[in-house]
């Protein structure tokens, strides 16, 4: 047999072979593939790190023990005085105070203001930024400890047709969990903050003062990342700086009743992304007609392609370069608190919450935990250019932008974690890519050992048995003026259930059909006033406890 074909098909298989890399090293070589169009990353590069938890051991909630103090006289009045209190609560729904479109804002910094001052408060003010006012709020009682209150006063746009009842009615609507008030912001976070205000007009109108000095420290911007918190403390912080601890007054209930307690939260940079056209290309003024994509380079096409270079192809595995670098593992208090709450943990549950079939490489129990914990996230929260209305209109977009959002635990620097990404932007060929930074914060954790967490969670103990406490939760807020400027303890602490933050008909239970362990109004009422007390008996915490590490 001749071997002349053989030898003729396996040297045309080796030309086409040597043609196909050519071709590859002139693509790669080209100015367009390397600066144009922008290059991905290598996604074999880089990997999520895994992380365990330091010990199998779990921390004994059981052993704090659970408060005795029994307050009777204020329990009476708070009965006593439900429909007045569920109408304040109203009062506050009703107001809009929607930050990202300044509706409402001043009317409800003023209410808030007026009704600190018609509980007693010596000073209520506004407090000017360079955004949305601030509320200041001191109450003298002349007592040895100082509670600061940290409360945010505005809430989240709304689309009123997704709604079941009007968002700003806060009427109370019939619920398979009894009466629950339905509103924006009626779980996050005026209704469990209002709630707190009841409880302290309670105990001042039964014994005439309170057992702590109580500070109020709030701000109309904290759904708009706290851009300007900042200044507000800025303002009092030598006298801050003096108080004892933080309260963040929060609905911890589960829908079963069981008590999910969080001791800190990720950091997070929020930013935008914007493809102008320009020198690079694309239409730099206006829209022109859909036929010239032919001719002209796309800024849609080029935000989409910037986008993916952050991210592997299915989104889960960032790549900007030493993005990972720097987080702490799990510490051995965390460890201990997350083996306690494993208990409470149920995926199946939490994906019908959320209307998901699977986490991310069906991840289950504790590894769930961690990923959500321990992992920083790269998140598009919106993206638009172009036309989006009904029918058709064939254009070529001059602008596209997209709104992204990075959480970050512990020890991540939200302006390093930006700079790295505009770094790796630029080095993959999208230096026309403006990234324009819309705010960030560092991450905030109290340890458990904390005076004020134990007597938070000695009050918890007094009426339900079931309790988790985490060390912190995937979301945000900036709480780290207070744990990390001011070295005080800051726990978010309250009883009751609420759900539906930032999404349509958000509740807050009001009163619990028979059989259902969750607070009632009332009841959040009488547990704050339990933590007050509970809290002015404490010891004295000399500073923050972050952590055992």
Known sequence: MSTRPALFKLSCRLAIVALTMAMISCQADSPASAEHNGGAADPVSTVRPHFSLATDEAYDIAAIGSYAGDHRRVYDYIDSHQPQHLASIQRWLRQPSISAQNDGIQEMAEMLRQDLADLGFAEAELVPTDGHPGVWGYYDAGAGKTLVVYLMYDVQPVNPDDWQSPPFAAQLVDHELGKVIMARGASNQKGPERAFLNALESIIAVDGTLPVNIMVAAEGEEELGS????????????????????????NSQTASGTINMILGVKGIVYFEMISQGGAWGGPAQAEIHGSYKAIVDSPVWRLVQALSTLVTPDGNTILVPGYYDGIRPPTMEESRLINAGLAQWDDEQRQQLLQVSRWIDDKA???????????????????????????????????????????????LDPDEALAKIRAHLDAEGFADVEIRKLGGYPASQTSVDSPATQAAISVFMKYVSDISVQPRIAGSAPFYQFTERLGLPLVPSGMGFGTGAHAPNEIMLIEPADGIPVAGLAEIEKAYVDFIFAFAESAKSSATIQETR
């Open 227 to 250: 851009p300007h918190y900042a200044q507000i403390i800025d303002a009092y912080i030598d006298r801050l700086t003096s108080a004892d601890a933080v309260i963040f007054p929060f």
């Open 365 to 411: 129990g504790v590894d769930t935990i961690i990923e959500l914990l321990y992992q920083p996230t790269m998140n598009i929260d919106g993206i638009w250019g172009g036309y989006t209305g009904e029918g058709t209109k064939t254009i070529l977009p001059h602008r596209a932008a997209a709104k992204v959002d990075s959480r970050l635990p512990p020890d």
